[in-house]
């Protein structure tokens, strides 16, 4: 069984007994559960989960407060949280990856899509730890010596283009804005608009080929993501 502990803060309990069933199907036996933003933050800073499913809409204390407070303490700010929401508004979407979110899904959702977004979010975790060079679906990115290549095939890029690249590969599965693209690629206050971001992607994928087509994908209105290294169909 996977050694993982998930805890699930959402106000719907036949929700949270999806989501348990789901993850006890997928082998996570360590599951904990919260019905309301309080709660659940409280739970996190106590037990210090592996990863959270959280839900936007709670009562209290919604779900990007929660986030918001996760992802600013040093104790809690590097667990992996997947939002769950029912809405479609993109703009709670977009505030909550600015706040460190790593991932979302809307409801309803794919049980088999959901275990596989964490599973991603745990391979992340675990290959980050193990090696400075990155390899995602062919790609490989040397980021000591600052080196990419696409199956063997080094790809001459610039210093922008080669910290975007190595963020997305660093995530694959996971959305990243463009605000958090520039800051994660020039640091804080730097004067890049979001259509100089677009245009880095085009020159990405145009230096990358078929495969920057493939697999750098577009989030219409969010940003830019890797596509994961098994998508899920």
């Not at 769950?84 to 600015?98: C, N, P, Q, R």
């Not at 991603?120 to 679906?137: D, G, K, M, N, P």
């Not at 493939?214 to 989030?219: D, S």
Request: aromatic share 6%; with cysteine; net charge negative.
């Amino acid at each position: 069984m996977v050694k993982r502990t998930i805890l699930i803060i959402d106000d719907e309990e036949p929700i949270r007994d999806l989501l348990k069933l789901t993850l006890q199907s997928a082998g996570f036996e360590s599951i904990l559960e919260a019905s309301d933003g309080e709660e659940g933050l409280a739970l996190a800073r106590r037990s210090r989960p592996d990863l959270i499913l959280l839900d936007l809409m709670l009562p209290g204390m919604d779900g990007l407060s929660v986030c918001r407070q996760l992802k600013s303490s040093p104790d809690t700010q590097q667990i992996p949280i997947i939002m769950l929401t029912a809405k479609s508004d993109e703009t709670d979407i977009v505030v909550g990856l600015e706040m460190g979110a790593n991932d979302y899904m809307t409801k309803p959702f794919s049980r088999k899509i959901l275990t596989a977004r964490i599973r991603t979010q745990f391979r992340i975790a675990e290959q980050q730890e193990q090696s400075s060079v990155l390899q995602v679906s062919g790609l490989s990115i040397d980021r000591e010596r600052h080196l990419a290549s696409v199956f063997g095939e080094n790809i001459v890029l610039t210093f922008s283009e080669f910290e975007i690249l190595a963020l997305l590969a660093a995530h694959p599965g996971r959305v990243f804005t463009r605000g958090q693209i520039i800051r994660r690629v020039k640091g804080e206050d730097y004067p890049v608009t979001d259509r100089a971001v677009d245009v880095q992607f085009v020159n990405l994928r145009k230096k990358l080929g078929e495969w920057g087509t493939l697999h750098i994908e577009t989030i219409r209105g969010i940003g830019y993501r890797l596509a994961p290294e098994e998508p899920v169909r």
